[in-house]
């Protein structure tokens, strides 16, 4: 038997594990730990490998405010020292972790960046800049690749870039090859 007590306290409120990521071996999690990625195992729950601690990579600074895996779990996209921009949207800084090597690089050095994702295929990282949604050109969109070459700012269309749902980082942007560069006041051949 419960009563409006038991609601209103509680009793019936959906429980939730957040932070928890899972690994594509279906056997570990990953859980950020106030700037350590630990790996822990499903089975017994126990910690298994710290894969990155933000005290071992001085240049990043800042705090570390979330995480993502490329899709074969090489490399891992850090985001640090974010800045509020309106409700959920803000800048931050990036960086590219390779697990294996257990090198840290900045995903770019002109700025901040906004909703960096890793590609489908895990060899480039898609970002805003700027907010910049002109177009043409789409300047605001760039992408770097895992390694560190940035390409030029042409090569996603903005209007292209849509969010899968309001709390998502991964977002739909489509490629399209860079145009010749014309000057203003010029008609392109």
Known sequence: ?????????????????????????????????????????????????????????????????GYEFSADESKMLITTSPQAIYRHSFTADHWIYDVKARTVRRLTEEGREQVAAFSPDGRKVGFVRGNKTSNPPPSGLA????????????????????????????????????????????TPK
């Open 143 to 186: 992408h770097s690749d895992a390694n560190g070459e940035e390409s030029t700012p042409n090569m996603f269309c903005r209007n292209q870039a849509k969010s899968t749902d309001k709390h998502s980082k991964n977002h739909a942007i489509t490629h399209h090859p860079p145009r010749p560069k014309t000057p203003i006041g010029t």
């Open 1 to 65: 038997m419960f009563d409006y007590s038991d609601i209103r306290g509680g009793r019936f409120r959906a429980r939730t594990v957040s932070g928890v990521r899972s690994m594509n071996d279906g056997e570990h999690y990953t859980v950020n730990a106030d700037g350590r990625i630990d790996k822990y195992s499903y089975k017994t729950g126990a910690l298994v490998a710290t894969i990155f601690d933000i005290k071992d990579h001085p240049a990043i600074g800042g705090r570390m405010a």
